[in-house]
């Protein structure tokens, strides 16, 4: 998989991650309510920009961390919330996401490094 190909589908999942949050704690039965746009929007550009996506799985096992705190906090609230529910909204997203988690941990494990 080539780095825009990559990009664009942690995009995706993070999309639809904002998506069951915002479904959930937001009421919004259509898109998105301002905040989470705003959120899924701010997260797409970090993404874009990110120098280390080459290398990483997800943001959450980066070294480095590019979100401003209270964004990053946000983030981390609603991959709480929709990490559970995204079995029954996207199960076959949700599945290869959990396989790429399991897959790294045992890469970080293999190489010393402990998350």
Known sequence: MDIKEKREKEKEMLGLMVQVYCRGKHKQKKGLCPQCEELRDYAWVRTDKCP?????TFCSACKVHCYAPKMQEKVREVMH???????????WAAIKHIKVTIQNKRKEKRNGHVS
């Not at 280390?52 to 990483?56: A, I, L, N, V, Y």
């Not at 919330?81 to 199960?91: C, K, V």
């Open 81 to 91: 919330y929709a990490g559970p529910r995204m079995l029954w909204y996207h199960p």
């Open 52 to 56: 280390f996506m080459e290398t990483k």
